[in-house]
């Protein structure tokens, strides 16, 4: 009563270890799993495709190019100028929040740079300079208008202290 099928431990006709399933062959479905998600690949008793038995990420998959600075070395030509500084300046002694606004795009050009993506990198570099700039002519607006405001009151108050 012994068949090569027993669940005997004792049974010599018994194999010693399960063979893993076959691994299927490209391009064929794999067997469902019992919950019905992905199951991957098999491959040597291992399975194969990732976490959770999705594929790996492919970026080309999607059409999406990725930029690669081992192969294709530095883009280039010189990284845009990133106004940083008068970024900083113009946060300390201006408007502050163009300034932080200038600082955040100031710091973005280096690394869109780095990553190959040149065109964000100059537009970067100019949104840093023009909120730079923008903080500069609001504080001096500002500025100019406190003058004014303190000369016209300074005017008026010394038209009525002589009753005239």
Known sequence: ???SGSNDPYDPNRPSRPEPPQAPQWGSNPPAAPGGGDTGQWS?????????GSQ??????????QYDPQQ????????????LVWAIL?????CLPLGIASIIFASQVSSKYAAGDIAGAQESA???KNFAVWSAVATFAA??????????LA??????SYGG
């Open 1 to 3: 009563m012994s068949d």
């Open 44 to 52: 040597g008793g291992q399975l194969s495709g990732g976490q959770y």
């Open 56 to 65: 790996p990420y492919d970026p080309q998959q999607y059409g999406q190019q």
């Open 72 to 83: 294709y070395g530095q883009p280039a030509g010189s990284p845009p100028d990133s106004y």
């Open 90 to 94: 113009s946060t300390l002694f201006c």
């Open 126 to 128: 100019r949104k840093a």
């Open 143 to 152: 500025v100019g208008l406190g003058i004014l405001l303190f000369v016209v």
């Open 155 to 160: 005017v008026g108050g010394a038209r009525s």
